[in-house]
């Protein structure tokens, strides 16, 4: 999004959640040190169009702002009102970010973007808010009231609206229609009204993370007209089960560290597209998730359940999937059906639950015949898990009991390109060097933390260590 489409308030020293999945950034990086002539005392000005003045704790409006600027960045200030002259109206249809934060209740009013009336800042601190008439108004102390500056912008080509990090209670209205990217994070935002965001249809990223959010709250119509939605935030809210009427063409949906304690039959009915799915550190149960849960979701490629309370993998997974990452639940036993149609499935993240050998079914890892990537690390497996399938290639075992190694231990997984082995119970006398000598693409072998150093001749060890990055949640550094 080009820098004249931008409008960012948020607090600087929260700018960064260090929880959130990845989405888009504003400018695509940090700005460069280099001013160009001209710039404002003690701001950057990477270049004639950018001036950046956040986190200065200014008290006077920046001088000397060329008219050829379209981004301004004002984060964490304490401006007074800007003199007249001090700066000039920029051309074309640039506008012009002003930058706040400590916003009040629902920060605008009905037609805030055009008219902003009635919104008041907190602590002294900036909040900046455009105004009509070519206007842009400065919002001071709460004794005070709104003071224009002469910016010339009515926002109509606004992509970009950043109002995280502030004190919303609820959705400011009449947002700017052209509005791609909203982040209304780390707010305390309790609900979603029917057209709360009907105004902006064309809306693509909803960011709603950390905020007060139940599902009681959502009205089953919020998301309706939000037709080009498709990657939505809502995790670290209060929502106690699936929200009502999710957009229908959501490809991302984000809703971990909820409440959630229920997955019905019709949860996801909807939501064809969906393609990544994280509802992980809720309140699952096997017995909670319905078995036809996710027979829709025929696109999904990545689902996250970790950090609940199951016992068993989900029935009815979709062969589509690619990633399924199930760290830190109860699961105690797998078995062939409930990874039947999977052989798309690339990555198995298992670590941190109570699986033993006995309760691996055989034939289990047969399902499985693409899988690259599979994390047992954590469990209380006794010695290497029989027959695992032929494509794999990383293979993590740390933190186990496993105590042998037998000459046939990897005999169908000729491929391997990295076994770790860490923190288990192996002695060098109960390693046998058969085991490894028909791995022909093996580059590292991880034996560190057990009671005796296991040696074990590899001809290409080390360069996986520096190429790959390990599994999730599993430490794998030497």
């Not at 990845?22 to 990477?46: D, S």
């Not at 169908?412 to 693409?441: E, G, Y």
């Amino acid at each position: 999004i080009p820098p004249q489409q931008r409008l960012v308030l948020w607090r600087q020293s929260l700018q960064d959640d260090e929880d959130a999945p990845p989405f888009p950034r504003l400018g695509g990086g940090t700005l460069p040190k280099k001013n160009t002539p001209g710039c404002p005392a003690n701001c950057t000005c990477p270049s004639e169009e950018t001036v950046e003045c956040g986190g200065l704790d200014l008290h006077v409006f920046p001088g000397n702002v060329s008219r050829a600027v379209q981004h301004l960045s004002l984060q964490v200030t304490v401006p007074r009102p800007a003199p007249r002259g001090s700066i000039e109206r920029p051309r074309g249809q640039g506008q012009l970010g002003a930058v706040g934060r400590g916003a009040q209740g629902s920060g605008a009013d009905g037609g805030c973007w055009t008219r902003c009336p009635g919104v008041r800042g907190r602590r002294g601190l900036l909040d900046a808010v455009p105004r009509g008439q070519g206007q842009m108004g400065a919002l001071l102390p709460q004794s005070q009231r709104p003071v224009p500056l002469p910016l010339g912008s009515k926002l109509k080509s606004l992509e970009y609206l950043d109002l995280s990090n502030n004190n919303l209670t609820e959705i400011p209205a009449g947002f700017p229609p052209n509005i791609m990217i909203l982040h209304l994070g780390k707010n305390r935002i309790g609900s979603l009204p029917r057209d709360s965001l009907s105004r902006v249809r064309g809306l693509q990223y909803l960011l709603l993370q950390n905020n007060r959010l139940t599902a009681a709250g959502v009205h089953p119509d919020a998301f309706l007209k939000l037709r080009s939605l498709h990657t939505l935030h809502l995790y670290n809210n209060r929502l106690e089960r699936v929200p009502p009427g999710l957009p229908r063409r959501v490809r991302s949906l984000m809703i971990l560290h909820n409440q959630i304690a229920h997955i019905g039959l019709h949860d996801f009915a909807n939501t064809y597209l969906l393609a990544e799915l994280n509802l992980s550190y809720n309140r699952l149960y096997s017995a909670k998730i319905h078995r036809l849960a996710f027979r829709k979701l025929r696109r999904l490629q990545s689902l996250d359940l970790s950090g609940n309370q199951l016992t068993l993998l989900p029935a009815g997974l979709p062969p589509s999937l690619e990633v399924l990452t199930l760290h830190k639940n109860q699961i105690n036993s797998l078995s062939p059906e409930l990874l039947a149609n999977l052989s798309g499935l690339k990555e198995l993240h298992l670590a941190h639950n109570r699986l033993r050998i006995g309760a691996i079914s055989p034939g289990t890892w047969q399902e499985l015949q693409g899988l690259k990537l599979l994390d047992l690390s954590n469990n209380e497996l006794s010695y290497i898990p029989p027959d695992l399938p032929e494509s794999l290639e990383y293979l993590y075992l740390q933190h186990n009991r496993i105590a042998v190694i037998g000459a046939e231990a990897f005999h169908t997984i000729l491929d391997i390109r990295a076994i770790v082995l860490r923190s288990n119970r192996l002695l060098a006398a109960s390693v046998s060097d058969q085991a490894f000598v028909a791995l022909k693409q093996l580059e590292v072998v991880d034996t560190t933390g057990n009671p005796e150093p296991i040696s074990v001749k590899l001809p290409r060890a080390g360069r996986w260590l520096r190429s790959h990055p390990g599994p999730r949640q599993a430490d794998t550094s030497a």
